[in-house]
């Protein structure tokens, strides 16, 4: 599992996310690039306020989670 952590407040939530999704992506394609297989995992300290966050996300394979949430992981 490769966890990239990021603040998030309503000012800078756009910026944190695309951020932190590029940061963990990055993190993923190195470590898969020497023969690791790694779980992506952005966390966040709450909830993204536009939920297509989520599914883009999902369908980068990269696990958004924020306090209340880290049960998905297990």
């Given at each position: 599992m490769v966890v990239e952590v990021k603040s998030c407040t309503k000012q800078n939530e756009v910026r944190?996310?695309?951020m932190g999704?590029?940061?963990v992506l990055d993190y993923d394609d190195?470590?898969?690039a020497r023969g690791r297989a790694v779980l992506p995992v952005l966390y966040l300290e709450r909830e993204p306020s536009d939920a297509r966050w989520v599914a883009l996300a999902?369908?980068?394979h990269v696990h958004l989670i924020?306090?209340?949430t880290e049960h998905?992981?297990?």
């Open positions: 944190q996310l695309r999704i590029g940061q190195s470590l898969r999902k369908r980068h924020w306090p209340g998905v992981l297990v």
